[in-house]
Structure formats: structure tokens, C-alpha cells
């Protein structure tokens, strides 16, 4: 589904990626894993088209995404990559259902299929009874459950995770690595994600090393 080649990326002299290359599959999660400035979120971030590269080629279900520039880059990325962080970012005005409806408003969704939609997810993220509440008025790990379903409201193709347990108590991470394995093997969503957890690492269908800006293993 994801093919990545020979991903370089430079800020000034600092080598941050040096050739990287990977291969991701549908339905698959794969954790990155590697020492603080081994360049992970860097390329998490390129990869989900976030940042620039300044060489190689990413290639999503074939489409270039390296060749695609401003609105016609962000309507892709919107509708078909989805994005889960350390810090939620949520909206701090709207409502949990309101929150996770966004992408979908972006996209020009019809509002009662949005709301229908989102109030499934919500449901299925355990979140029935927390749909109008705001997000002060949640937990740190309802939160995190809620950006999880704006994640994944546009059917992405592929989620990108990064630190997504980093803000989280240990209870509420288990309960989110639990969480990506029922996304996987009962909706078949394809994640990618960024972590120092091991827990969550060792979940995952493979896991990739990074080091000094290259995968080693």
C-alpha cells in the first residue's frame, strides 16, 4: 500500500534522513522504534505528507504523493491519510462529535451521514454517552479516543501515529494499543506509528529500527 524510496531530508547542515526505504502493506501495523533523533517523527511526518522531502519518492495505492503540491496535495491528504499525535489538538469549542466530524466538513460530507458516521465511531470507541460533551470535559485517554476517530473519519487508507501513548498513564495507553489491534482485525485499518512504548511495539505486526536517519533493521 505505502512504498517509500530513498527518502532524504536535510534542515541546513543536519542530515535527518539519509536514504530510507520501506514497504508497508494493507492491514498491517507497523511500529517505528530508535533513540530521540534518530529521525522517526521526521519521517512519519513526510511520509503523511506533512513536511517536504528534498529527495525520493513515496508512492500511496500508487498514487505519487511526492508529485502532488498545494490544495491538490491537501484534499489527498484529507481524504485519504489519517493522523493520530502525542497531544490530541482537539477543538477546544466543539463537541466530541463536532471534533471528530472536521475532516469530513473539509471534504464537503453530507452533515447527516457525517454525524451518523462519526456517532459510530464515537460508539465504537466506547464514547456513546461523551458525544456532546467538550473535550474539558473529558479525560486525557477519552481524548485521545476522540482524535482517533476524527483519525479515521475519511476511511483513510492508512492512520500515522505519533507517540500516540506519549500524554497517556499506563492504563490508558494498554487501553488505546488495545484499541489499534480492534481497528485492525475487525475494520482492517493499516497503521503506521511512531513509539518509545515497547508494549505498543511489540503488538505490532513488524517493527522497524531507526538510527542515525536510516532503518537498520
Known amino acids: ?16 534522513l539519509k536514504g530510507v526505504n520501506l514497504e508497508i502493506k494493507q492491514g498491517e501495523i507497523v511500529s517505528i522504534v530508535g533513540s530521540s533523533g534518530a529521525g522517526k517523527s521526521t519521517l512519519l511526518h513526510i511520509l503523511g505528507t506533512l513536511d ?26 484529507n481524504q485519504h491519510i489519517g493522523f493520530v499525535f502525542q497531544f490530541h489538538h482537539l477543538l477546544p469549542e466543539f463537541s466530541a462529535l463536532e471534533n471528530v466530524c472536521v475532516p469530513g466538513w473539509i471534504l464537503k460530507r453530507s452533515n447527516k451521514e457525517l454525524q451518523t458516521h462519526a456517532t459510530e465511531l464515537l460508539t465504537l470507541l466506547g464514547l ?35 507517540e500516540p501513548t506519549g500524554n497517556l498513564d499506563s492504563a490508558n495507553a494498554k487501553d488505546l494499543h488495545d484499541l489499534f489491534l480492534r481497528l485492525q482485525q475487525e475494520l482492517g485499518h ?28
Not at 153 to 160: A, C, G, Q, S, T
Not at 190 to 217: Q, W
Open 128 to 162: 456513546a454517552n461523551r458525544l456532546h460533551n467538550k473535550p474539558g470535559e473529558l479525560s486525557g485517554g477519552e481524548q485521545q479516543r476522540v482524535a482517533v476517530a476524527r483519525a479515521l473519519i475519511n476511511r483513510p487508507d492508512i492512520v500515522f501515529a505519533d
Open 1 to 16: 500500500m505505502l512504498v517509500a524510496k530513498n527518502i532524504i531530508k536535510n534542515y541546513d547542515q543536519l542530515k535527518v
Open 52 to 77: 517536504a522531502l528534498d529527495e525520493g519518492e513515496i508512492w500511496l495505492n500508487n498514487q505519487p504523493l511526492h508529485l502532488l503540491k498545494g490544495k491538490k496535495l491537501a484534499a489527498y491528504r
Open 190 to 217: 493499516t497503521f503506521l506509528i511512531v513509539t518509545h512504548n515497547e508494549e505498543l511495539a511489540a503488538l505490532s505486526n513488524r517493527v522497524l529500527h531507526m538510527k542515525d536517519g536510516l532503518i537498520v533493521s
